[in-house]
């Protein structure tokens, strides 16, 4: 079970066990209020052991209310299926944005077995999944790589639906247009189903109301991507296989230099085929581009260069 909700259940017990304490009256001997005094120290302590008994996989409940929710003990299928879907993609893409530079805008995604969630339990008291990852046989000393991007995942939802809109386009810029359209889909599930939502993890938390996500869609709604392709001519100054990064030279002495990042198939090229690296490197080339822009409102917010392929070429 995630940290933070354990942790929610025994504050809210140790506030019960506080109102009885009060209700007990003042006399030191009472049968009663040594009992609940003792059930307090017994709590607080469980509070303390619960903060740092944090587990190293990921976990993380997702709670429901609002019109799919009926009582405590119901919800709409085709709801669940939708909402817990499109919140596994989030993390899908999230952990796949840790594991390269650059996600690919279609397809197959990078990690995308290590990112599997599985239903463990539901949430008592409230309609609610508890995920979590499948431990490995051999136990890991630190987080796992799932872990860092569920608890990744609820920064991002929270940061995007909440704050300034400075602080929204501050995220859109560091954000891969892939999984700023996973959130959006999450978002739109919900609030067409008119449902709320919290997400409790061990670390992070957050509560959106339907008219915070409903807040969240539209503003996710109002983002154009594009793609197009370009070609330049300039010299290739240098790649970085590893981190993905290129910088070319523009012609012309006060031109300047671009920089980006590379596809994964010309980092292969470049890294296993010796004679095509010795015939680009500081050498004049050309270079095909794929430019993706994200607009917001008409507004350019944020531009990347992907280095898509290189060829050699006579001009200087």
Not at 247 to 273: H, Q, R, V
Request: glycine residues 6%.
């Amino acid at each position: 079970m995630p940290t933070l909700l354990s942790i929610e259940a025994l504050e809210a017990d140790k506030r019960y066990v506080e109102r009885q304490l009060l209700e007990a009256g003042d006399s030191p001997w009472g049968t009663a209020r040594l009992m609940w005094q003792s059930r307090l120290a017994e709590i607080t302590q469980q509070i303390a052991e619960a903060a740092r008994s944090k587990s190293n996989y990921a976990t993380v409940a997702l709670i429901f209310d609002g019109n799919p929710v009926i009582g405590s003990t119901d919800i709409r299928l085709d709801f669940t299926t939708d909402a817990l879907d499109s919140y596994q993609k989030i993390v899908s893409l999230s952990l796949a944005s840790r594991l390269v530079e650059e996600l690919p805008q279609t397809g197959p995604l990078p990690g995308r077995d290590q990112s599997r969630l599985f239903i463990r339990d539901l949430v008592h008291g409230s309609m609610g999944f508890i995920l979590e990852e499948l431990p490995p046989q051999q136990h890991e000393m630190l987080p796992s790589q799932l872990k860092d991007a569920v608890e990744k995942t609820t920064e991002l939802i929270s940061t995007l639906s909440g704050g300034e809109d400075d602080e929204f386009e501050l995220a859109l810029e560091h954000t891969p247009p892939r999984l700023l359209a996973a959130v959006e889909k999450f978002a739109k599930v919900l609030y067409e189903a008119g449902a709320s939502t919290r997400i409790v993890g061990d670390d992070n938390r957050l509560t959106l109301s339907i008219d915070e996500i409903g807040r969240l869609s539209r503003r996710l709604g109002e983002l154009d991507i594009t793609e197009e392709f370009d070609s330049m001519e300039g010299v290739l100054l240098g790649v970085l296989p590893e981190a993905r990064k290129f910088e070319l030279k523009l012609p012309g002495e006060d031109s300047g230099t671009i920089e980006g990042t590379i596809s994964e198939d010309l980092a292969f090229k470049y890294t296993s085929d010796i004679a095509f690296k010795e015939r680009l490197l500081l050498q004049p080339v050309r270079a095909q581009m794929k430019i993706i822009r994200t607009m917001r409102n008409g507004r350019l917010v944020r531009e990347r260069r992907v280095l898509e392929a290189l060829e050699p070429t006579t001009s200087g």
